[in-house]
C-alpha cells in the first residue's frame, strides 16, 4: 500500500488557475484553504516590490481570497498564506510574463508515480493544434503536434526546468517542475508523527491518459510533421544560441582579466 503523503500544514494556497505561468493582464485567484477557521489567513507575497498583503499594495480581499485582477511582470514572485499568529502554508512561485507563449505546470510538487501534463499556450487561447517542442534544462525532450506533453507516472528523474516553443510565435520562460517522494507504508511508519494521530486515507489512482486510434494517429503525424521539423530546428536553434552566448560571456570576462594583468 502507498499513501499520497499528509498535509500537516493548518492551511493551504490554491492558485485558480491551477499553473504556475500567466500572461500580462490576466486574472487570477490566490486563496487559503482551512476546514476550520480560514478567515484568520492572509495571503501574503514577496515580490520586486517586497513583502506586502494582499488589499494593501496589490489585489483585493474577498473573505480568505485574493483576486489579482490584472497582473503585471512586477506580480511574479512568491505566494503563501499567513494566520495571524504567524503560521505559514507552503510557497508558490508565481511568474507574470509579457511572452506570447506560457508553460502550463503545476504551482505544486507532484508526487512520483502520478501522471503530470504540461500544455504550450498561447495568448489567443486558440484551440487549434500547435506543434511544439518541450525542452527541460535548455534541451529538447519531446516534440507535440497537439501543444501538451504528459508524463504517465513523474519520477525524480523528471524533475528540472521546463519552457516550451512554439514555431512563428514564440518560447515560454521556464518553470520549475518538483517532485515529491512518493511515502510507502514501511517509510510512513519509520517517520516521527509528532503527536499527529489522524486517519490517512489512500489516494485515487492517476486516471489513464486517453488512447488514440491507429487511423487518427497516423493523420495526425503525416499532417504535423512538416510543423513538428521546423519547431524542432527551432529548440535546437535556442539552445545553441544560448550556449554560443555563453562562450562569448566568457571569453569577454578572460579579455577582460587579460587587460588588467597587462
Known amino acids: ?12 494556497l490554491a492558485v485558480s488557475p491551477d499553473r504556475s505561468q500567466f500572461f500580462k493582464y490576466e486574472s487570477l485567484s490566490l486563496s487559503c484553504e482551512d476546514d476550520r477557521n480560514s478567515s484568520r489567513w492572509r495571503v501574503k507575497a514577496k515580490t520586486v516590490r517586497g513583502v506586502s498583503e494582499c ?8 473573505g480568505s481570497t485574493c483576486l489579482i485582477n490584472e497582473a503585471y511582470s512586477w506580480n511574479s514572485g512568491v505566494y503563501w498564506c499567513e494566520s ?9 512561485n508565481i511568474t507574470v ?7 502550463e505546470s503545476p504551482v505544486f510538487p507532484v508526487t512520483e508515480g502520478e501522471s503530470v501534463t504540461l500544455r504550450c499556450s498561447t495568448r489567443s487561447n486558440s484551440s487549434d493544434l500547435r506543434a511544439s517542442v518541450f525542452m527541460k534544462d535548455r534541451s529538447p525532450v519531446e516534440a507535440a503536434i497537439t501543444g501538451q506533453m504528459t508524463v504517465p507516472a513523474v519520477s525524480k528523474s523528471d524533475e528540472g526546468l521546463y519552457m516550451c516553443v512554439i514555431n512563428g510565435v514564440g518560447a515560454s520562460t521556464e518553470s ?9 507504508e514501511e517509510k510512513e511508519a519509520a517517520r516521527p508523527t509528532h503527536g499527529f494521530t489522524g486517519n490517512v486515507t489512500e489516494g485515487p489512482a492517476a486516471p489513464a491518459a486517453p488512447l488514440l486510434s491507429v ?3 497516423i493523420c495526425l503525424l503525416v499532417a504535423g510533421t512538416p510543423y513538428l521539423l521546423s519547431t524542432i530546428k527551432l529548440g ?4 545553441d544560441k544560448a550556449k554560443t552566448r555563453q562562450v562569448e560571456e566568457t571569453r569577454h570576462c578572460d579579455e577582460v582579466q587579460m587587460e588588467e594583468i597587462n
Open 55 to 62: 488589499g494593501r499594495d496589490w489585489g483585493s480581499v474577498q
Open 176 to 184: 520549475w517542475l518538483a517532485v515529491r517522494e512518493r511515502v510507502t
Open 236 to 239: 535546437l536553434l535556442y539552445r
Open 84 to 92: 495571524t499568529s504567524g503560521e505559514t502554508s507552503p510557497a508558490a
Open 1 to 12: 500500500m502507498e499513501f499520497t503523503g499528509l498535509l500537516l500544514t493548518l492551511s493551504s
Open 215 to 217: 487511423s487518427r494517429l
Open 97 to 103: 510574463t509579457e511572452n506570447n507563449v506560457i508553460l
